[in-house]
């Protein structure tokens, strides 16, 4: 199972990602606006884990909840870039075999990290992991393939990533896999339905 870790842990990585790469004060906003909104919706009772953090971009979001955060990297040149930022612990581990024993938060989030695995049985995997995790929660994002640029992928209009780049999963296949990890989308968010495939989701874990 192939793992989206070259391009994060390439020297520099994190300086481009904290810097250029959310170079706007809207671009920058837009995701940690979202989870703050489906946050407060469904409360935050314990600790919340930040899985992978990169470089911190929704720590002082999460921290405003008033627990702890941990926050979880597989790259060490993220992590370095995200130190300052971080407000609690921070550790250098893959999603796909968490260091914590089941049920240690009570919110996983995980943020623009599916998208990048482009095979289901790795998806399957990281979801597994993140939802065991959890005590109640997970706040996650994914592309969506019944969106406009994933349509335009699959019609030819629009060169597909390639083998190795980022990849679209319908919400069939995202529900099937939250159910193999014993819980249950509870809603989907995302900025225009249709026209962006970044789509946010609340799984709640129900055994
Ligand atoms: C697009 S960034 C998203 C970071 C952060 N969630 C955000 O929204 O800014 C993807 C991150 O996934 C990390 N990553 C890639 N494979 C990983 C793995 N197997 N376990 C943990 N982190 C991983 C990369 O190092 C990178 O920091």
Redesign the pocket.
């Known amino acids: 199972m192939s793992?989206?870790?070259d391009k994060?842990?390439a020297p520099g990585s994190g300086e481009h990602?904290a810097g250029p790469r959310f170079a706007t004060a809207r671009a920058a906003g837009r995701?940690p606006r979202t989870i703050a909104r489906l946050l407060e919706r469904h409360g935050v009772r314990g600790p919340i884990l930040?899985?992978?953090?990169?470089?911190g971009?929704?720590s002082s979001t999460l921290a405003r909840f008033g627990q702890r955060v941990v926050s979880?990297?597989?790259?060490a040149s993220?992590l370095a870039s995200a130190r300052e930022r971080l407000p609690g612990a921070a550790l250098q581990?893959?999603?796909?075999a968490l260091p914590f024993r089941e049920r240690s938060f009570d919110v996983v989030v995980?943020?623009?990290?599916l998208h990048?695995l482009q095979e289901r049985e790795a998806r399957r995997v990281a979801l597994r992991e993140l939802l065991r995790a959890s005590d109640r929660l997970v706040v996650a994002s994914f592309w969506d393939s019944a969106s406009w640029p994933a349509l335009r992928v699959r019609l030819g209009l629009r060169r597909s990533e390639g083998p190795r780049g980022r990849t679209a999963c319908s919400r069939a296949e995202l529900e099937e896999l939250v159910a193999d990890g014993g819980a249950r989308v509870l809603e989907y968010a995302t900025g225009l339905r249709f026209l962006s495939q970044q789509t946010f989701f609340v799984a709640e874990r129900v055994r």
């Open positions: 793992e989206p870790t994060w842990s990602y995701d930040d899985a992978p953090c990169g470089t971009r929704l979880l990297d597989l790259s993220m581990a893959s999603v796909s995980s943020c623009r990290f990048h």
